[in-house]
């Protein structure tokens, strides 16, 4: 199983970006997608996480600039990001909980993509 992140990029304060994150390989399903991310020095820490039926939680410092949402047919989650600010720079992860065709549930990492807010 594999998670590719893309969308990741430079972009000026108060501009948008929208991450994606697609798993592939042997998926029988996936539960709950996250993105989470993390800067040098500090713990990664959760952005947002989406159920399979489409809950949604998001860390508070992202509520109402972010969203997360998912395409189930497509194994695909994203992160659109409105409003960005310097902090919000980082190195961003996304996660899967996926059960793959042996029906074994494990939690799966993508590479992570930076994404740098800077005028």
């Known amino acids: 199983v594999q998670l590719q992140a893309s969308g990741g990029g430079s972009v000026q304060p108060g501009g948008s970006l929208r991450l994606s994150c697609a798993a592939s390989g042997s998926i029988f399903s996936i539960n709950d997608m996250g993105w989470y991310r993390q800067t040098p020095g500090k713990q990664r820490d959760l952005v947002a996480r989406?159920?399979?039926?489409?809950?949604?939680n998001y860390a508070d410092s992202v509520k109402g600039r972010f969203t997360i949402s998912r395409d189930n047919a497509k194994n695909t989650a994203y992160l659109q990001m409105n409003s960005l600010k310097p902090e919000d720079t980082a190195v961003y992860y996304c996660s899967a909980d996926i059960v793959n065709r042996m029906l074994m549930i494990g939690q799966e990492w993508g590479r992570g993509t930076l994404v740098t807010v800077s005028s």
């Open positions: 989406i159920t399979r039926a489409g809950s949604t």
